[in-house]
Structure formats: structure tokens, C-alpha cells
């Protein structure tokens, strides 16, 4: 028997119950969009974890001094001074694959504008910092080589900063940070929260070397941010950092480092480790609604054969055979699946773009739900429907004929 | 084609009882014999026919179809033998009730693997030779009885089998398309066809020509072409 033919009997089965099958198909097609509504949401929060933590800096690596310790005591992490602003030149000479250095010091300041003031981060930074943080400058410049080497008294604010303090236009104004004034060249683009719930435009940025010197009257540094050329070369990167940092210092090798070098990949696999466990619990959550209508499938098909007992022995009478009735009725609970597959997959992705038009979460729809929960729909009507069609096809011809 | 029974039973165990069914039967049928299987109900005539017509095997005995021992075929190859070899002709019609009649009649020759166009122009021509050739559209529910009748006919025809097996084909008719439907089997009987009726109205019988009674699982009588033969 032809496999049209086949198929052409199913749809004219199906077609002769029509509120049955739409209802059988109705539990296929909320399984179907079910799953890849809830992926479609999974996808969008990893997504968005993953662009919020790309704007932290991709491939970073952050070098700190480690704790000092005097006379047996120890303090905290990143009390030690021997950082040094020389240690970031080397690194930037003589370390391969990288883009930036950019070395930093910070500490908290009440600044003051007229009778306006406020407590903020005061970072000391070099131009590179611009590009290492993936910030723009909204109106105004950044600090140049030029403010560095002449240790100027100038600053670029964060918009939190700028609202708190000014009015109108704070570029071309003063700042002052702890009694002396400041020319704010800039105003930073607003960046908004970090992923970690830290206001990314509370902060005003002035020259390392002013810093440094002018400000907090250090010759250290806090921290050297660097952005390394290939994520692949992460690695072997951080370990030659390690290595010169320890040479420069003259650590012997028994000794722990002074320092550390962290590096922001290991907080991107675990948010991604995270979001992709979110992402499979709403999916399977879905996939169990898909098994529940495999199961309708599986019982609705009991009822055709027994319905259809009288049929099924007609047709063996004229010399069906055993896989003839076995495929009639397999076609027909496949074709269940695909079609409420397909009117799943359709719904599913309207649902996607549904909730993030209306529902405010970020969607992704990808080629993967659609295509495993399709296979999965279609393998449910299969697999739900061979015992049925077993059924059907070892009924014996005479007992069938006498059915009533 | 030539239908050979010999020594057949069929013994039904029912709780810790057997009963059989059929109890020795030696049939031999030639081609071309226009046979009527009679006897009151319970007799075995039914499981008799059930076994002629390869729908049920017995438990002892052997069976020759053309030369052939289906006694002891499997399940599909007996749907074969029974596509290729046996028309049936039901009391009850046992048409499909969503298809057309031209459908229906098609459908032995679905299973034995024809083209759609090939198996419509065949069911159109056998719709034709019953008189229903205006009304092969129509679904089992749109025909009289005798309609139905003849499309089950021309579905018994449509692959064409050498053996038709009629059971009670006018049990469910009234007198007048009783009649026609006697008439379609005793032109196809002059055609050369080997039919074999199950009926228990003597009236139906006559139109065959060797009247065979069942009783008891047993043929107790067999009147061939005239010539009276006790078997007893």
C-alpha cells in the first residue's frame, strides 16, 4: 500500500471526529508552544545577563595587591601598596595579545558644587579606561595623555553625579573634591545599573597621576584593569602576568603572590550556568505538558480502534495485512503530532513575541526549541500511537466482522 | 481452482469443555460449482465458510486452495490469499460508511497494490456491471439496501477472485432485491465463477446447483447438480 494513500486515509479519518482531533491536537499544540515560549524567555534573560556583563568589559582581567601584612599581621585584601603604576607599563611592553592597560585608583570623596554636594567614588584613571569599560562621553572629552603627564585638575562625571550636583550643563563648570577645584571636561553616557546593582554612574573620573599625587598622595595603584586581544587566550595570559608580576617583585618561588589576577569569565560561566538551568527548567516544565498530550494522543487512538473495530475487520477481510492497519493507524497519530506541532510552533513564537512586546521580558527565539520540540511532537504521536495501532492491527478478522 | 477439504476440524475449548465445531469434514468443491451451505444455526456453517474463505484456520485437517495448503499459512499470508483469491458477500453489506461507493469498491485493490488510476477505472467498471455506475459518488448511507448489496458485489469482483463467498448476501433484503441480487450471482456462476452460499432460506439455495447441509459440525447431505448423494 502506497504511503499517500496512507496519509490521505488518516486526514479523512481525522477529518470524519473533527472536534476530537482538535482537541487531541490542542494538548500537542500547547506542549509545542509551551516549550518554546518558556525557552524563548530563558534565552532572553541569558541574553541579557550575558550583554550585562559584556559591558563590565569582555575579557578582562583585573590585577590587584593582595593583603599586606606587618609584623605577623595581616590586612585586608588590596591593603598591600606595591602595585605600582611601573608594573602596568610592563605589562602593557611586554605582554602579547592584550588591547589595553588601564591601572586605576579610587577611594570616596565628598564633592561639593556651590551649595550642592555629594559622596562618590573618585577613580584615578588613564584614557584607556574609556575604551576598556565600553564607556562613551556624552557631552565634553575624556581625560587625554596630555591631562596625565601634566597631572591636570580635571574631571568627567556620571550622570548620577551630574544631576546631583548641577542644574544645567556641568562641562566647562567646577567640581570640588576634598577643598579643590576640578574643571569637568565631560559628562559620561549613562550606563545604568551593573549586574551586580551598582549605580555605574555614581562616579567621577579624574587623571591616575593627579590622583595619585594631588589627591590622595599615593605612588601605588588599586588596581590594573586589562583587556586581553583573544578570549581564548585568557589563560595564558593571566599566567604570564602572574609570572612577570613575580619577577618584578622579586617573590622566591615558596612565597604566595603579592597580588592576584581575577578575571571576569569565571563570573560569566557561572551567570550562564545559571541561566541555562533556568532556561531547561521551563523548558522540560513545558515538555512535561508535551507528554501529557502524547498521552491524550495515546488514548484518543484507543477509542478510534475500538470504534473502528468493525472497519479494521472489513479491511482485513479484503486482505489488509498486519502492517497494513499497523501504519494506517500510526500515520494517523503522527499526523496528529505534526499538525499540532506545527500549529504549536506557530503559536509558540507568536506567544514569544507577544511577551516581549507586552510583558516586558527580552525573548530569543532560536532554531533549536522549534526544531527538538517539533521532533519531540512528532515522536510523541509515534510512540504514543504504536500501541493502539498494535491493538488494531492483531485484531483477528472474525471477532472484528462480528463487532457491533 | 479447486477447493479441497479433507479431514478438517475446528475444536473450541470453552472452560475445561471442548466443543467442536466442525467435526470431519471432506469437501471437495470443482470450479465453476455453484455450491449453498446450508443448516440451522449452531450447526457449524459458519465456521465452515470462515474457513473456506481463509478467515480462520482450522485445527486439524488440510485445506487445498488451487493446489495449495493454507491450513497452515500465517496471518498475512492469508490476507494475501484472501485479496487475491476470495471475494466476499456479507448479510450486513460491511461497507465502509465515510467513503463513496466507488471507494469502497476500490479498496480490496488498495491492498493488493494497484495505482489510484488503475484501481478507479476497475471499481467505475465493476460499479457499471452491478447498474450503479450513476451512483458511484454516493455513500453507503445514500443506497437502499440492494444498492448496497450490489456494491459489495462489485468490491467482491473488483480484484477478481475466482471464488465468491456469499454469506446470507439476502438476509437483510426484501424479496425484490433478493431476487436481483440472486440474479447478479447466477450470471457471474454462468461466467465461470466459483461461488459458494451460505443461506438458510431453501428458496436462495435453489439457485445453486449442488446443496450442501451442515448439522453438527458435520455434512450430512450433498445434492449435486440433481443427483442425490448421502454421505451419512
Same mark, same amino acid.
Given at each position: 500500500m502506497l504511503f499517500s494513500e496512507s496519509i490521505r486515509i488518516a486526514i479523512t479519518a481525522l477529518l470524519a471526529n473533527k472536534l476530537r482531533s482538535i482537541l487531541t491536537m490542542l494538548g500537542i499544540i500547547i506542549g509545542v508552544g509551551a516549550v518554546i515560549a518558556m525557552v524563548s524567555i530563558g534565552m532572553g534573560v541569558r541574553q541579557q545577563v550575558q550583554t550585562s556583563i559584556a559591558s563590565l568589559g569582555s575579557n578582562m582581567l583585573i590585577v590587584s595587591p593582595g593583603s599586606s601584612s606587618s609584623g605577623g599581621i595581616r590586612g585586608a585584601a588590596g591593603s598591600n601598596v606595591k602595585l605600582k603604576l611601573d608594573d602596568s607599563d610592563a605589562i602593557k611592553n611586554k605582554i602579547k595579545n592584550i588591547d589595553y592597560v588601564s591601572p586605576t585608583v579610587s577611594s570616596s570623596y565628598q564633592v561639593v558644587n556651590g551649595n550642592q554636594n555629594w559622596n562618590t567614588t573618585v577613580q584615578g584613571v588613564t584614557p584607556e579606561f574609556l575604551l576598556i569599560r565600553s564607556l562613551t562621553v556624552a557631552s565634553g572629552s575624556f581625560i587625554t595623555n596630555q591631562d596625565l603627564t601634566s597631572r591636570n585638575r580635571v574631571a568627567v562625571i556620571g550622570k548620577t553625579v551630574a544631576s546631583n550636583l548641577f542644574s544645567d550643563n556641568p562641562v566647562g563648570q567646577n567640581v570640588r573634591i576634598n577643598n579643590t577645584p576640578y574643571k569637568i571636561i565631560g559628562v559620561l553616557e549613562s550606563k545604568g $545599573?551593573?549586574?551586580?546593582? $551598582?549605580? $555605574?554612574?555614581d562616579i567621577v573620573i579624574i587623571p591616575l597621576t593627579t590622583g595619585q599625587e594631588?589627591?590622595?598622595?599615593?605612588?601605588?595603584?588599586?588596581s590594573i584593569n586589562i583587556q586581553v586581544s583573544d578570549p581564548e587566550k585568557m589563560d595564558q595570559v593571566q599566567s604570564e602576568i602572574e609570572t612577570l608580576l613575580r619577577q618584578r617583585h622579586r617573590i622566591i618561588s615558596e612565597k604566595d603572590d603579592d597580588f592576584s589576577v581575577r578575571n571576569l569569565t569565571s563570573l560569566m560561566e557561572t551567570m550562564t550556568q545559571t541561566t541555562t538551568m533556568i532556561t531547561l527548567l521551563l523548558g522540560s516544565v513545558a515538555a512535561i505538558s508535551l507528554l501529557v498530550g502524547g498521552i491524550g494522543i495515546m488514548n484518543i487512538m484507543m477509542v478510534s480502534v475500538t470504534e473502528r473495530t468493525r472497519e479494521i475487520g472489513i479491511r482485513k477481510a479484503l486482505g489488509a495485512t498486519f502492517q497494513n492497519i499497523m501504519i494506517q493507524f500510526l500515520i494517523e497519530s503522527v499526523v496528529i503530532g505534526v499538525i499540532g506541532g506545527i500549529i504549536g510552533i506557530v503559536f509558540g513564537c507568536m506567544a514569544a513575541m507577544a511577551i516581549s512586546k507586552f510583558g516586558g521580558f527580552t525573548t530569543v527565539l532560536t532554531a533549536a526549541p522549534i526544531v527538538l520540540s517539533f521532533g519531540f511532537s512528532v515522536g510523541i504521536g509515534l510512540f504514543f500511537g504504536i500501541y493502539p495501532a498494535r491493538k488494531a492491527a492483531l485484531l483477528d478478522p472474525i471477532d472484528a466482522l462480528r463487532y457491533e | 481452482m479447486t477447493i479441497r477439504l479433507s479431514g478438517i476440524k475446528k475444536i473450541y475449548q470453552i472452560g475445561d469443555q471442548t466443543v467442536a465445531a466442525l467435526d470431519g469434514i471432506d469437501l471437495h468443491i470443482k470450479k465453476g460449482e455453484f455450491s449453498a451451505l446450508m443448516g440451522p444455526s449452531g450447526s457449524g456453517k459458519s465456521t465452515l465458510m470462515n474457513i473456506l474463505g481463509c478467515l480462520d484456520r482450522p485445527t486439524v485437517g488440510s485445506y487445498q486452495l488451487d493446489g495449495e495448503e493454507?491450513?497452515?499459512?500465517g496471518d498475512d499470508e492469508l490476507a494475501v490469499t484472501r485479496n487475491k483469491k476470495i471475494g466476499f458477500v456479507f448479510q450486513n453489506f460491511n461497507l465502509l460508511s465515510r467513503i463513496s461507493a466507488w471507494e469502497n469498491v476500490a479498496l480490496p485493490l488498495v491492498y493488493a497494490g494497484v495505482p489510484k488510476k488503475e484501481r478507479l477505472e476497475k471499481a467505475a467498471y465493476f460499479l457499471d456491471a452491478v447498474g450503479l455506475g450513476s451512483r458511484r459518488d454516493h455513500q453507503p448511507n445514500e443506497l437502499s439496501g440492494g444498492q448496497r448489496q450490489r456494491v459489495a458485489i462489485a468490491r467482491a469482483l473488483v480484484n477478481d477472485p475466482r471464488i465468491i463467498m456469499a454469506d446470507e448476501p439476502t438476509g437483510n433484503l426484501d424479496t425484490k432485491s433478493s431476487k436481483e441480487i440472486m440474479e447478479i450471482f447466477r450470471k457471474l456462476h454462468e461466467n465461470g465463477k466459483t461461488i459458494i452460499l451460505v443461506t438458510h432460506e431453501p428458496e436462495i439455495a435453489t439457485y445453486a446447483s449442488r446443496q450442501l447441509l451442515v448439522r453438527d459440525g458435520k455434512i450430512t447431505r450433498d445434492e449435486g447438480q440433481g443427483v442425490v448423494m448421502d454421505v451419512v
Open positions: $545599573q551593573s549586574s551586580v546593582g $551598582q549605580d $555605574q554612574d594631588r589627591l590622595m598622595g599615593i605612588t601605588y595603584v588599586k | 493454507v491450513a497452515k499459512l
